[in-house]
Protein backbone atom coordinates (compact mmCIF):
# COMPACT_ATOMS: atom_id res chain seq x y z
CA UNK A 1 0.00 0.00 0.00
CA UNK A 2 1.05 3.39 -0.14
CA UNK A 3 2.61 5.38 2.52
CA UNK A 4 0.12 6.79 4.67
CA UNK A 5 1.30 10.07 4.36
CA UNK A 6 2.12 12.96 2.09
CA UNK A 7 4.92 14.97 1.73
CA UNK A 8 5.83 18.40 0.63
CA UNK A 9 8.45 21.49 0.63
CA UNK A 10 8.36 25.26 1.49
CA UNK A 11 10.45 27.50 2.12
CA UNK A 12 8.42 28.48 5.24
CA UNK A 13 5.91 27.37 7.47
CA UNK A 14 2.34 27.20 6.27
CA UNK A 15 -0.24 28.77 8.35
CA UNK A 16 -2.60 25.83 8.48
CA UNK A 17 -0.85 23.22 10.04
CA UNK A 18 -1.67 21.79 13.51
CA UNK A 19 2.06 21.65 15.11
CA UNK A 20 5.48 22.93 13.82
CA UNK A 21 8.28 20.28 15.04
CA UNK A 22 11.69 22.32 15.22
CA UNK A 23 14.88 21.45 15.66
CA UNK A 24 17.21 21.78 19.15
CA UNK A 25 20.95 20.45 19.32
CA UNK A 26 22.01 19.61 22.53
CA UNK A 27 24.50 23.04 22.98
CA UNK A 28 21.11 25.52 22.34
CA UNK A 29 19.82 24.36 25.81
CA UNK A 30 22.83 25.94 27.29
CA UNK A 31 22.26 28.83 24.96
CA UNK A 32 19.50 29.98 22.93
CA UNK A 33 17.21 27.15 22.93
CA UNK A 34 14.13 28.90 20.82
CA UNK A 35 11.73 30.48 23.23
CA UNK A 36 11.99 27.39 25.97
CA UNK A 37 11.98 27.57 29.49
CA UNK A 38 15.54 25.76 29.93
CA UNK A 39 14.92 25.14 33.49
CA UNK A 40 11.61 23.17 32.34
CA UNK A 41 12.71 21.27 29.07
CA UNK A 42 15.39 19.87 31.80
CA UNK A 43 12.83 18.87 34.45
CA UNK A 44 10.98 17.31 31.64
CA UNK A 45 14.04 15.23 30.53
CA UNK A 46 14.60 16.85 27.13
CA UNK A 47 18.45 17.55 26.44
CA UNK A 48 18.03 18.13 22.51
CA UNK A 49 19.34 13.83 22.28
CA UNK A 50 19.52 12.73 18.43
CA UNK A 51 15.75 12.01 17.91
CA UNK A 52 14.55 13.06 21.53
CA UNK A 53 10.74 14.62 21.31
CA UNK A 54 8.71 17.13 23.44
CA UNK A 55 5.84 19.04 22.92
CA UNK A 56 6.21 22.10 24.79
CA UNK A 57 5.42 25.93 24.84
CA UNK A 58 7.59 27.97 23.59
CA UNK A 59 7.76 31.77 22.80
CA UNK A 60 6.27 30.46 18.96
CA UNK A 61 3.79 29.28 20.76
CA UNK A 62 3.11 25.15 21.16
CA UNK A 63 5.78 23.15 19.01
CA UNK A 64 7.02 19.79 18.88
CA UNK A 65 10.70 19.99 20.01
CA UNK A 66 13.41 17.16 17.99
CA UNK A 67 16.67 16.65 19.30
CA UNK A 68 19.35 17.09 16.75
CA UNK A 69 22.34 16.01 18.89
CA UNK A 70 25.86 17.26 19.07
CA UNK A 71 26.66 17.57 15.51
CA UNK A 72 25.27 18.22 11.83
CA UNK A 73 25.39 15.25 10.17
CA UNK A 74 22.68 14.61 7.08
CA UNK A 75 22.90 10.75 7.70
CA UNK A 76 21.07 11.33 11.03
CA UNK A 77 17.92 13.20 10.22
CA UNK A 78 16.00 9.37 9.20
CA UNK A 79 16.11 8.57 12.53
CA UNK A 80 14.57 13.15 13.30
CA UNK A 81 12.14 12.01 10.94
CA UNK A 82 10.64 8.87 12.28
CA UNK A 83 10.57 10.51 15.97
CA UNK A 84 8.57 12.96 14.62
CA UNK A 85 6.23 11.19 12.56
CA UNK A 86 6.20 8.92 15.69
CA UNK A 87 5.50 11.66 18.28
CA UNK A 88 3.25 13.32 15.96
CA UNK A 89 1.09 10.39 15.06
CA UNK A 90 -2.50 12.22 16.85
CA UNK A 91 -1.86 15.73 14.61
CA UNK A 92 -3.47 15.37 10.95
CA UNK A 93 -0.90 17.97 9.48
CA UNK A 94 2.40 18.85 10.83
CA UNK A 95 5.16 21.08 9.71
CA UNK A 96 9.07 20.26 10.13
CA UNK A 97 11.46 23.17 10.87
CA UNK A 98 14.72 21.02 11.47
CA UNK A 99 16.79 21.76 8.16
CA UNK A 100 18.50 25.16 10.02
CA UNK A 101 21.97 24.43 10.09
CA UNK A 102 22.62 22.66 6.85
CA UNK A 103 23.83 24.31 3.82
CA UNK A 104 24.76 22.91 0.06
CA UNK A 105 24.49 19.15 -0.21
CA UNK A 106 24.25 18.44 3.01
CA UNK A 107 20.96 20.42 3.54
CA UNK A 108 19.78 18.08 0.42
CA UNK A 109 21.33 14.88 1.79
CA UNK A 110 19.54 15.63 4.87
CA UNK A 111 16.25 16.59 3.09
CA UNK A 112 16.25 13.12 1.87
CA UNK A 113 16.81 11.45 4.32
CA UNK A 114 14.41 13.22 6.48
CA UNK A 115 11.83 12.18 4.31
CA UNK A 116 12.70 8.83 4.35
CA UNK A 117 12.39 8.88 7.98
CA UNK A 118 8.94 10.94 8.07
CA UNK A 119 7.45 8.30 6.03
CA UNK A 120 8.83 5.18 7.29
CA UNK A 121 8.31 6.13 10.91
CA UNK A 122 4.46 6.51 9.75
CA UNK A 123 4.00 3.44 8.41
CA UNK A 124 1.61 0.56 9.53
CA UNK A 125 0.15 -2.69 8.42
CA UNK A 126 -3.36 -2.92 8.93
CA UNK A 127 -4.89 -4.71 6.22
CA UNK A 128 -5.98 -7.99 8.86
CA UNK A 129 -7.84 -5.72 11.59
CA UNK A 130 -9.53 -2.55 12.32
CA UNK A 131 -7.23 0.77 12.20
CA UNK A 132 -7.07 2.38 15.34
CA UNK A 133 -9.59 4.94 15.75
CA UNK A 134 -8.80 9.08 15.84
CA UNK A 135 -6.58 11.07 14.10
CA UNK A 136 -3.72 9.89 12.11
CA UNK A 137 -1.03 11.89 10.67
CA UNK A 138 -1.75 12.70 7.13
CA UNK A 139 0.61 15.56 5.85
CA UNK A 140 3.82 16.73 5.99
CA UNK A 141 5.72 19.61 4.91
CA UNK A 142 9.28 20.11 5.25
CA UNK A 143 10.20 23.52 5.41
CA UNK A 144 13.41 25.48 4.63
CA UNK A 145 15.73 26.77 2.08
CA UNK A 146 17.34 24.90 -0.74
CA UNK A 147 14.35 25.84 -3.43
CA UNK A 148 14.01 22.97 -5.86
CA UNK A 149 17.16 20.73 -4.97
CA UNK A 150 15.69 20.26 -1.83
CA UNK A 151 12.07 19.82 -3.14
CA UNK A 152 13.39 16.79 -5.39
CA UNK A 153 15.42 15.17 -2.56
CA UNK A 154 11.94 15.29 -0.45
CA UNK A 155 10.09 13.97 -3.11
CA UNK A 156 12.87 11.18 -3.97
CA UNK A 157 12.80 10.51 -0.23
CA UNK A 158 8.81 10.02 -0.48
CA UNK A 159 9.02 7.49 -3.12
CA UNK A 160 12.19 5.51 -1.84
CA UNK A 161 10.30 5.03 1.28
CA UNK A 162 7.26 3.81 -0.80
CA UNK A 163 9.19 1.49 -2.46
CA UNK A 164 10.36 0.16 1.54
CA UNK A 165 6.45 0.13 2.63
CA UNK A 166 5.46 -2.46 -0.36
CA UNK A 167 8.63 -4.87 0.78
CA UNK A 168 7.00 -4.36 4.48
CA UNK A 169 3.38 -4.77 3.58
CA UNK A 170 4.60 -8.00 1.21
CA UNK A 171 6.92 -9.83 4.30
CA UNK A 172 3.58 -9.31 5.93
CA UNK A 173 1.46 -10.53 4.49
CA UNK A 174 0.06 -13.99 5.32
CA UNK A 175 1.81 -16.72 3.23
CA UNK A 176 -1.38 -18.55 2.52
CA UNK A 177 -2.29 -15.44 0.71
CA UNK A 178 0.81 -14.15 -0.99
CA UNK A 179 1.46 -17.70 -3.01
CA UNK A 180 4.12 -17.28 -5.92
CA UNK A 181 1.26 -16.79 -7.43
CA UNK A 182 -0.37 -13.73 -5.85
CA UNK A 183 3.50 -12.37 -5.62
CA UNK A 184 3.66 -12.37 -9.44
CA UNK A 185 0.65 -10.84 -9.83
CA UNK A 186 1.34 -7.81 -7.45
CA UNK A 187 4.86 -8.13 -9.67
CA UNK A 188 2.54 -7.74 -12.46
CA UNK A 189 1.19 -4.09 -11.01
CA UNK A 190 4.48 -3.16 -10.10
CA UNK A 191 6.18 -3.40 -12.80
CA UNK A 192 3.18 -1.88 -14.68
CA UNK A 193 3.02 1.00 -12.86
CA UNK A 194 6.55 1.28 -12.73
CA UNK A 195 7.04 1.36 -16.41
CA UNK A 196 9.06 -1.60 -16.68
CA UNK A 197 9.10 -4.97 -18.44
CA UNK A 198 7.93 -8.16 -16.57
CA UNK A 199 7.89 -12.00 -18.10
CA UNK A 200 6.14 -14.64 -15.42
CA UNK A 201 7.02 -18.05 -16.06
CA UNK A 202 4.45 -20.76 -14.86
CA UNK A 203 4.96 -24.44 -13.96
CA UNK A 204 5.51 -25.71 -17.89
CA UNK A 205 7.64 -22.89 -18.58
CA UNK A 206 10.13 -23.11 -15.51
CA UNK A 207 9.97 -27.04 -16.58
CA UNK A 208 11.01 -26.09 -20.14
CA UNK A 209 13.73 -23.90 -19.13
CA UNK A 210 15.21 -26.17 -16.46
CA UNK A 211 15.32 -24.49 -13.64
CA UNK A 212 15.14 -27.89 -11.66
CA UNK A 213 16.35 -26.13 -8.07
CA UNK A 214 12.89 -24.58 -8.02
CA UNK A 215 11.05 -27.81 -9.34
CA UNK A 216 12.84 -29.72 -6.70
CA UNK A 217 11.83 -27.45 -3.67
CA UNK A 218 8.07 -26.68 -5.17
CA UNK A 219 7.63 -30.56 -5.57
CA UNK A 220 5.68 -30.39 -2.12
CA UNK A 221 3.27 -27.79 -2.56
CA UNK A 222 -0.23 -27.55 -3.69
CA UNK A 223 1.00 -24.42 -4.88
CA UNK A 224 2.61 -23.87 -8.57
CA UNK A 225 6.06 -21.94 -8.51
CA UNK A 226 6.85 -19.19 -10.97
CA UNK A 227 9.34 -17.16 -11.87
CA UNK A 228 9.63 -13.52 -12.45
CA UNK A 229 12.00 -11.04 -14.55
CA UNK A 230 11.66 -7.69 -14.68
CA UNK A 231 14.00 -5.59 -17.64
CA UNK A 232 14.75 -2.19 -16.70
CA UNK A 233 16.54 -1.38 -20.52
CA UNK A 234 17.23 2.43 -21.44
CA UNK A 235 16.71 4.40 -24.35
CA UNK A 236 20.24 4.47 -26.00
CA UNK A 237 23.23 2.97 -24.65
CA UNK A 238 23.39 1.82 -21.25
CA UNK A 239 26.25 2.73 -18.47
CA UNK A 240 25.97 -0.82 -17.31
CA UNK A 241 24.21 -3.91 -16.83
CA UNK A 242 23.56 -5.00 -13.69
CA UNK A 243 21.47 -8.38 -12.17
CA UNK A 244 19.85 -8.51 -9.20
CA UNK A 245 18.71 -11.70 -7.80
CA UNK A 246 15.98 -12.79 -5.33
CA UNK A 247 14.96 -15.63 -2.87
CA UNK A 248 11.37 -15.79 -2.98
CA UNK A 249 10.34 -18.28 -0.95
CA UNK A 250 6.72 -17.50 0.36
CA UNK A 251 6.35 -19.51 3.21
CA UNK A 252 9.35 -22.04 4.01
CA UNK A 253 7.77 -25.38 6.27
CA UNK A 254 11.75 -26.51 6.10
CA UNK A 255 10.58 -29.10 3.35
CA UNK A 256 10.84 -32.87 4.99
CA UNK A 257 13.33 -31.60 6.81
CA UNK A 258 10.57 -29.65 8.95
CA UNK A 259 11.24 -27.02 11.43
CA UNK A 260 10.18 -26.45 14.72
CA UNK A 261 7.09 -24.95 15.21
CA UNK A 262 8.90 -21.57 16.93
CA UNK A 263 11.16 -21.76 13.61
CA UNK A 264 8.45 -21.43 11.34
CA UNK A 265 7.51 -18.22 12.95
CA UNK A 266 8.08 -15.47 10.84
CA UNK A 267 8.80 -17.34 8.13
CA UNK A 268 5.60 -16.08 5.69
CA UNK A 269 8.79 -13.42 4.96
CA UNK A 270 11.35 -16.05 3.57
CA UNK A 271 10.32 -13.66 0.37
CA UNK A 272 12.23 -10.78 1.63
CA UNK A 273 14.86 -10.90 -1.01
CA UNK A 274 13.00 -11.29 -4.32
CA UNK A 275 10.67 -8.14 -2.32
CA UNK A 276 13.29 -5.77 -2.14
CA UNK A 277 14.17 -6.90 -6.17
CA UNK A 278 10.91 -5.88 -7.14
CA UNK A 279 11.30 -2.42 -4.76
CA UNK A 280 14.25 -1.56 -6.31
CA UNK A 281 13.42 -2.22 -10.07
CA UNK A 282 10.64 -0.08 -9.61
CA UNK A 283 12.77 2.70 -8.72
CA UNK A 284 15.36 1.95 -11.24
CA UNK A 285 13.84 4.48 -14.22
CA UNK A 286 13.69 7.38 -11.46
CA UNK A 287 17.04 6.85 -9.76
CA UNK A 288 18.93 4.91 -12.51
CA UNK A 289 17.57 5.75 -16.36
CA UNK A 290 20.84 4.91 -18.17
CA UNK A 291 21.65 2.26 -16.30
CA UNK A 292 20.42 -1.33 -17.24
CA UNK A 293 19.00 -3.11 -14.81
CA UNK A 294 17.20 -7.00 -14.73
CA UNK A 295 15.92 -8.87 -11.48
CA UNK A 296 15.63 -12.52 -11.56
CA UNK A 297 12.74 -14.10 -8.90
CA UNK A 298 12.29 -17.61 -7.91
CA UNK A 299 9.32 -17.79 -6.20
CA UNK A 300 7.79 -20.94 -4.47
CA UNK A 301 6.84 -22.14 -1.28
CA UNK A 302 8.40 -25.21 1.00
CA UNK A 303 5.66 -27.83 2.01
CA UNK A 304 5.97 -31.30 2.32
CA UNK A 305 3.02 -32.55 0.18
CA UNK A 306 3.52 -36.35 -1.06
CA UNK A 307 5.94 -35.85 -3.79
CA UNK A 308 8.08 -33.19 -1.53
CA UNK A 309 11.95 -33.71 -2.56
CA UNK A 310 13.22 -36.23 -0.62
CA UNK A 311 16.59 -36.34 1.60
CA UNK A 312 19.51 -37.70 -0.58
CA UNK A 313 17.05 -36.67 -4.04
CA UNK A 314 19.66 -35.34 -6.75
CA UNK A 315 18.46 -31.93 -8.73
CA UNK A 316 19.57 -30.92 -11.89
CA UNK A 317 20.16 -27.01 -12.30
CA UNK A 318 19.88 -24.62 -15.11
CA UNK A 319 23.57 -24.37 -16.05
CA UNK A 320 23.65 -28.36 -15.70
CA UNK A 321 24.92 -28.62 -12.04
CA UNK A 322 23.48 -31.60 -10.26
CA UNK A 323 23.08 -31.08 -6.63
CA UNK A 324 22.31 -33.93 -3.54
CA UNK A 325 19.82 -32.64 -1.43
CA UNK A 326 20.69 -33.77 2.19
CA UNK A 327 18.98 -30.95 3.87
CA UNK A 328 15.01 -29.60 2.52
CA UNK A 329 15.51 -26.95 4.87
CA UNK A 330 18.43 -25.11 3.09
CA UNK A 331 16.41 -24.74 0.00
CA UNK A 332 16.71 -20.83 -0.53
CA UNK A 333 20.29 -21.98 -2.61
CA UNK A 334 18.32 -23.94 -4.93
CA UNK A 335 16.08 -21.74 -6.04
CA UNK A 336 18.43 -18.89 -6.02
CA UNK A 337 20.96 -21.04 -8.19
CA UNK A 338 18.67 -21.58 -11.06
CA UNK A 339 18.03 -17.10 -10.89
CA UNK A 340 22.27 -16.42 -10.96
CA UNK A 341 22.83 -18.92 -13.91
CA UNK A 342 19.62 -17.14 -16.29
CA UNK A 343 21.41 -14.04 -14.81
CA UNK A 344 25.00 -15.17 -16.21
CA UNK A 345 23.70 -16.09 -19.12
CA UNK A 346 22.27 -12.77 -19.91
CA UNK A 347 26.11 -11.31 -19.63
CA UNK A 348 25.82 -8.85 -16.72
CA UNK A 349 28.51 -6.48 -15.61
CA UNK A 350 27.48 -7.67 -12.09
CA UNK A 351 25.52 -10.15 -10.22
CA UNK A 352 23.67 -8.74 -6.21
CA UNK A 353 21.45 -11.44 -4.65
CA UNK A 354 19.84 -10.78 -1.75
CA UNK A 355 18.19 -13.90 0.49
CA UNK A 356 17.26 -14.17 3.72
CA UNK A 357 19.21 -17.29 3.96
CA UNK A 358 20.89 -18.52 6.99
CA UNK A 359 20.56 -18.54 10.66
CA UNK A 360 23.96 -18.97 11.14
CA UNK A 361 24.12 -14.91 9.49
CA UNK A 362 22.22 -14.22 12.30
CA UNK A 363 24.38 -15.70 14.78
CA UNK A 364 27.34 -13.83 13.32
CA UNK A 365 26.30 -10.75 13.24
CA UNK A 366 23.02 -10.40 15.19
CA UNK A 367 19.51 -8.88 13.41
CA UNK A 368 20.18 -5.79 12.62
CA UNK A 369 22.98 -6.29 10.32
CA UNK A 370 23.59 -8.58 6.78
CA UNK A 371 26.37 -10.00 6.09
CA UNK A 372 28.20 -9.47 2.30
CA UNK A 373 30.00 -12.02 0.52
CA UNK A 374 31.85 -11.59 -2.88
CA UNK A 375 34.12 -12.60 -5.60
CA UNK A 376 34.59 -8.83 -6.07
CA UNK A 377 36.46 -6.32 -3.52
CA UNK A 378 35.57 -3.33 -5.61
CA UNK A 379 31.80 -4.91 -6.01
CA UNK A 380 31.88 -5.32 -1.87
CA UNK A 381 33.38 -1.80 -1.30
CA UNK A 382 30.54 -0.06 -3.71
CA UNK A 383 27.78 -2.23 -1.48
CA UNK A 384 29.27 -1.06 1.79
CA UNK A 385 29.54 2.93 0.77
CA UNK A 386 25.65 2.89 -0.66
CA UNK A 387 24.48 1.06 2.96
CA UNK A 388 26.67 3.43 4.69
CA UNK A 389 25.02 6.13 3.08
CA UNK A 390 21.37 4.77 3.42
CA UNK A 391 21.52 3.88 6.98
CA UNK A 392 21.86 0.39 6.77
CA UNK A 393 24.18 -2.18 8.18
CA UNK A 394 26.05 -4.38 6.26
CA UNK A 395 29.62 -6.47 7.37
CA UNK A 396 31.70 -8.17 4.92
CA UNK A 397 32.08 -11.80 6.03
CA UNK A 398 34.48 -14.57 4.00
CA UNK A 399 34.37 -17.44 2.12
CA UNK A 400 37.48 -19.19 3.17
CA UNK A 401 38.99 -22.13 0.31
CA UNK A 402 38.49 -25.10 3.08
CA UNK A 403 34.96 -24.76 3.51
CA UNK A 404 34.49 -25.64 0.11
CA UNK A 405 35.28 -29.60 -0.15
CA UNK A 406 33.18 -30.49 2.22
CA UNK A 407 30.50 -29.57 -0.44
CA UNK A 408 31.49 -32.25 -2.57
CA UNK A 409 28.74 -34.91 -3.23
CA UNK A 410 29.90 -38.80 -3.92
CA UNK A 411 26.56 -38.86 -6.31
CA UNK A 412 26.29 -35.12 -7.71
CA UNK A 413 28.50 -32.34 -8.44
CA UNK A 414 26.84 -30.81 -4.90
CA UNK A 415 25.41 -30.81 -1.84
CA UNK A 416 23.32 -28.69 -0.50
CA UNK A 417 24.95 -28.35 2.73
CA UNK A 418 28.18 -29.00 4.59
CA UNK A 419 29.65 -31.61 6.84
CA UNK A 420 29.56 -30.23 10.46
CA UNK A 421 27.39 -27.58 12.29
CA UNK A 422 30.29 -24.87 11.92
CA UNK A 423 30.42 -21.70 9.06
CA UNK A 424 27.19 -21.91 7.49
CA UNK A 425 26.65 -18.84 6.44
CA UNK A 426 30.12 -19.55 4.58
CA UNK A 427 29.19 -22.28 3.57
CA UNK A 428 25.91 -21.60 1.71
CA UNK A 429 27.29 -18.71 -0.45
CA UNK A 430 30.14 -20.85 -1.49
CA UNK A 431 27.62 -23.03 -2.76
CA UNK A 432 25.92 -20.06 -4.66
CA UNK A 433 29.64 -18.73 -6.25
CA UNK A 434 29.07 -22.13 -8.02
CA UNK A 435 26.56 -20.90 -10.14
CA UNK A 436 27.64 -17.28 -10.73
CA UNK A 437 30.95 -18.41 -13.00
CA UNK A 438 33.64 -15.57 -13.37
CA UNK A 439 30.76 -12.52 -13.44
CA UNK A 440 31.23 -9.97 -10.13
CA UNK A 441 29.01 -11.26 -7.82
CA UNK A 442 27.89 -9.89 -3.68
CA UNK A 443 25.91 -11.81 -2.13
CA UNK A 444 24.09 -10.17 0.71
CA UNK A 445 22.58 -12.44 3.46
CA UNK A 446 19.55 -10.12 4.98
CA UNK A 447 18.05 -12.57 7.38
CA UNK A 448 18.69 -10.49 10.24
CA UNK A 449 17.33 -7.02 9.40
CA UNK A 450 14.86 -8.38 7.17
CA UNK A 451 12.53 -8.85 10.04
CA UNK A 452 12.44 -7.15 13.52
CA UNK A 453 10.58 -8.43 16.64
CA UNK A 454 10.53 -4.75 17.36
CA UNK A 455 10.02 -1.23 16.31
CA UNK A 456 13.28 1.38 16.71
CA UNK A 457 14.08 4.13 14.90
CA UNK A 458 12.57 4.28 11.43
CA UNK A 459 12.06 0.52 11.43
CA UNK A 460 8.67 -0.92 11.78
CA UNK A 461 8.01 -4.28 13.70
CA UNK A 462 7.86 -6.97 11.23
CA UNK A 463 8.93 -6.34 7.68
CA UNK A 464 11.12 -4.09 7.49
CA UNK A 465 12.29 -3.52 3.77
CA UNK A 466 16.09 -3.37 4.62
CA UNK A 467 17.91 -3.15 1.34
CA UNK A 468 16.26 -1.54 -0.93
CA UNK A 469 18.07 2.12 0.05
CA UNK A 470 21.28 0.39 -0.01
CA UNK A 471 19.89 -0.92 -3.16
CA UNK A 472 18.84 2.40 -4.46
CA UNK A 473 21.80 4.18 -3.80
CA UNK A 474 24.15 1.86 -5.62
CA UNK A 475 22.54 1.62 -8.67
CA UNK A 476 21.95 5.20 -8.75
CA UNK A 477 25.81 6.02 -8.46
CA UNK A 478 26.36 2.89 -10.99
CA UNK A 479 29.59 3.15 -12.46
CA UNK A 480 32.29 0.54 -14.65
CA UNK A 481 33.87 -2.01 -12.35
CA UNK A 482 37.92 -1.57 -12.19
Same mark, same amino acid.
Given at each position: ?????????????????????????????????????????????????????????????????????????????????????????????????????????????????????????????????????????????????????????????????????????????????????????????????????? %????? @?? =??? #?? $?? /???? *? &?? !????????????????????????????????????????????????????????????????????????????????????????????????????????????????????????????? %????? @?? =??? #?? $?? /???? *? &?? !?????????????????????????????????????????????????????????????????????????????????????????????????????????????????????
Amino acid at each position: MPIPITLDHQATVPDDVELVAVGVRSAQLEADAPGLDEELARIAGFEGKLAQTLVAATDEGVQLLVGLGDEADPTTYRKVGAAIAKAAVKRASIAVDVLVDLDGPDRVAAAGALAEGLALGSYGFADYKDPAPGTALEAVTVVGKGGKRVADAVARGARVAEAVGLVRDLVNTPGGDLTPTAFAEQAIEVADEAGIEI %EVLDL @AA =ITE #AG $LG /GLLG *V &AR !GSAQEPRFVKLSYVPEGRPRGKVALVGKGVTFDSGGLSIKSAGGMEGMKGDMAGAATVLAALSLVPTVAPKLQVTGYLPLTDNMLGPDATRVGDVLRTRNGKTVEVLNTDAEGRLILADGLALAV %EDEPD @AI =IDL #AT $LT /GACM *V &AL !GDRTAGVFTNSEALAERVLDAADEAGELFWPLPMPEHLRKPLDSEIADLRNIGVGGYGGASTAAIFLQEFVGDVPWAHLDIAGPADSKGAYDEVSKGGTGFGVRTLVRLLGSWTKLP
